[in-house]
C-alpha cells in the first residue's frame, strides 16, 4: 500500500491493529444460485478491535489524531441513539483518554428502556445528552452548547462531525480502499464490484478515491442508500470528493459514483423484509450477523443483484460492523 504523502502526515491516533479480514463466501454464494455467475467475498469491518468493531474506527484515527494535535481534552459528536459512531467515538475517546460527550437523537427513553448502543456508550464512559425531538437542528443545537460550555469551563473540546465522515475522517476510508486492493491482488482477483451500504456518505468517497488510486483493474463500488434518499446524498458524496482531492492528489469522476435507494425502504432505521431475508440468508449459511439498519439493507441490496443476473463475478459485499443494532428496538417491530 502506497498511502497518498497528503495523507502520511496527517496526525493519526492507532485504533486498529491490522487490516480486516478479506474472507470468501462460499455457501452463502451458492445459496443465491448464482455459484457460476457471482463470487461473493465479504470485508470484515466489523471484526475491527474496539466494542463490536466498525469501519468508523478508520475515520476515528484521523479524527482523534487531529484531536489531540489540537490540544483536546473531549472530543463531541451527534448521532441515533443506534449510532455506530457513536459507540466508536467513544471507544475511541477511551482508547486516548479524551473525554466524550454524546448528543444522542430524542424523545429520551423512560428509565430502563435505553438501548443496547446507549448502554454500550455509557459503559464506555462517554456522557449522554438526549433531545427532546428528533429534529436534527435541535440536536446541532445542542452540541453547539455543550461545547460552548466546555470551552467556558476552561476545557478543549473537539467537535466530530455526524458519522465523523467530513475529508479528515473519510481520509482513513481511502486507506481501506488501498486495502482491500492489496487483498484482492494477493487473492488474486482482478475486476470486482464492491457493494456497501452508505449513509453519510463517507465511506463511499473514501473507497472509491483508494480503489481508483490503485487501479488498475476496474472495481466499481456500488452504495445502497441506508438512510437518505441517494439524491441527497449524491451531492454529499460529490463534495467529500472534492475535499479528497487535496489529500490524495486525484479527483474521482462524479460518474464513477454508483447510488441507488431500492433498499432504503420507509427510511433510516426502519427494517424491511427483504433485508431481513438476506441477513437470515448469511446468518444460516456462514454465521455471519448483519444489523437491520445498516448492513442487512445493503446485503438486500447484493443479493437481489446477484439473484437477477445484474453482479456477476467477484462481488465484495463490505460488512460496515453495526452488530449491537441487532438487538434495537426499531420502529415498527415489536
Request: charged share 20%; with cysteine; aromatic share 4%.
Amino acid at each position: 500500500m502506497v498511502i497518498p504523502p497528503v495523507i502520511a502526515a496527517l496526525p493519526r491516533f492507532a485504533l486498529l491493529d491490522g487490516p480486516s479480514p478479506l474472507a470468501r463466501l462460499e455457501r452463502f454464494s451458492a445459496a443465491l444460485g448464482a455459484r457460476s455467475a457471482a463470487e461473493v467475498w465479504i470485508k470484515r469491518e466489523d471484526l475491527l478491535p474496539l466494542a463490536f468493531g466498525g469501519n468508523k474506527l478508520r475515520n476515528l484515527e484521523f479524527l482523534v489524531g487531529a484531536a489531540l494535535a489540537d490540544g483536546a481534552d473531549s472530543l463531541i459528536t451527534s448521532g441515533r441513539r443506534w449510532s455506530n459512531h457513536c459507540r466508536l467515538t467513544a471507544a475511541a475517546g477511551a482508547r486516548a483518554g479524551l473525554a466524550v460527550h454524546l448528543v444522542l437523537t430524542g424523545p429520551p427513553p423512560l428509565p430502563g428502556e435505553e438501548g443496547p448502543n446507549q448502554r454500550l456508550d455509557e459503559l464506555l464512559g462517554a456522557t449522554i445528552h438526549v433531545t427532546a425531538s428528533d429534529d436534527r437542528a435541535e440536536r446541532a443545537a445542542l452540541v453547539a452548547s455543550i461545547a460552548a460550555a466546555e470551552g467556558a469551563a476552561g476545557r478543549r473540546p473537539y467537535v466530530v462531525g455526524i458519522g465523523g465522515s467530513g475529508p479528515v475522517g473519510a481520509a482513513g476510508q481511502v486507506l481501506a480502499g488501498l486495502e482491500l486492493a492489496d487483498q484482492l491482488e494477493e487473492a488474486r482477483i482482478g475486476a470486482a464490484t464492491v457493494v456497501l451500504p452508505s449513509a453519510t456518505g463517507g465511506t463511499h468517497a473514501g473507497l472509491v478515491t483508494g480503489l481508483a488510486l490503485a487501479t488498475p483493474p476496474e472495481r466499481a463500488v456500488i452504495g445502497l442508500a441506508v438512510a437518505a434518499p441517494s439524491a441527497e446524498l449524491r451531492r454529499t458524496v460529490g463534495g467529500l470528493l472534492d475535499a479528497l482531492e487535496p489529500l490524495t492528489g486525484i479527483r474521482v469522476a462524479d460518474s464513477s459514483v454508483i447510488l441507488e435507494d431500492d433498499q432504503l425502504g420507509a427510511g433510516y432505521g426502519h427494517p424491511t423484509e427483504a433485508a431481513t431475508d438476506a441477513a437470515r440468508v448469511l446468518a444460516r449459511t456462514e454465521g455471519i450477523l448483519v444489523d437491520p439498519i445498516y448492513t442487512a439493507k445493503a446485503l438486500a441490496g447484493l443479493v437481489a443483484r446477484v439473484r437477477d443476473g445484474r453482479l456477476t463475478g467477484p462481488v465484495v459485499f463490505w460488512h460496515a460492523g453495526g452488530t449491537p443494532g441487532i438487538f434495537e428496538r426499531l420502529p415498527g417491530t415489536p
